[in-house]
């Protein structure tokens, strides 16, 4: 399973937007970016997906690098609800295999 | 609308007891299904999955087994449970094209299992 890098934790303050990096350099043309978020004492939650082009859903957008070696989960204005552990997720098969993740904290 | 359901919510088991938790989709056909285990303050472990009846994958050597009985039904099992088994057990389902998931994973509300 191809892998992905992404920072222990990040913090954010209240109605910015909020930038989530991910590497991962090692992905193949089949492999689609996920993001899923975490809250306390919940299963994981979908965020979006997408293979080369940029992304838009009502929760976020993500942006793919154009080497597809990296992308950047936007959520455009956090709120105290957006605070949760982030995980960008490589999918080239039938299974989703979870990293460390982002602990994004925000601030009010 | 598809749903994902889970139960129980919580357990407490002691050392030695059988388990058998449930897990069943409603409102899709064929679905991929996983079940997944995060340790107290750990990352969530893939345990298995399944593309369709009959068929286990298990991603990691343990105590436990999964069947899938029904198209949307998913069980995980243990004869007899472990210390180490206690964690928060979730279930998810993808839907699919062949066998690659066409959209993302949804989980269950999961069940926190207690080895005592």
């Known amino acids: 399973d191809a892998k992905t890098t992404q920072p222990n934790s990040m913090e954010s303050n209240e109605e910015e937007p909020v930038h989530l990096p991910c590497n991962h350099s090692?992905?193949?043309?089949?492999?689609?970016i996920h993001w899923y978020r975490q809250l306390p004492s919940q299963g994981p939650e979908y965020v979006i997906h997408?293979?080369?082009s940029n992304v838009n859903n009502r929760m976020a957008s993500l942006a793919i690098a154009e080497d597809r070696k990296s992308s950047t989960l936007i959520l455009h204005r956090a709120t105290l609800r957006d605070a949760a552990v982030y995980y960008c997720?490589?999918?080239?098969?039938?299974?989703?295999?979870f990293g460390a993740g982002t602990i994004l904290r925000v601030k009010s | 609308s598809q749903t994902i359901h889970q139960w129980p919510a919580t357990l407490v088991q002691p050392v030695g007891s059988p388990l058998s938790l449930e897990c069943t989709v409603e409102?899709?056909?064929?679905?991929?299904l996983y079940w997944y285990r995060q340790a107290a303050g750990r990352g969530l472990q893939l345990l298995f999955y399944?593309?369709?009846?009959?068929?286990i994958s298990s991603e990691v050597p343990q105590n436990l087994s999964a069947s899938r009985p029904q198209d949307r039904q998913f069980i995980l099992s243990s004869k007899k449970l472990l210390l180490s088994d206690s964690g928060f057990y979730l279930c998810?389902?993808?839907?699919?094209?062949?066998?690659?998931?066409?959209?993302?994973?949804?989980f269950g509300s999961g069940t926190r299992l207690t080895v005592v």
């Open positions: 997720i490589l999918c080239g098969g039938n299974k989703l295999v």
């Open positions: 998810a389902w993808s839907g699919r094209r062949n066998v690659v998931p066409r959209n993302g994973y949804t």
């Open positions: 409102g899709t056909s064929n679905p991929n």
């Open positions: 090692t992905i193949s043309g089949t492999d689609y």
């Open positions: 399944s593309v369709g009846i009959g068929q």
């Open positions: 997408g293979l080369t």
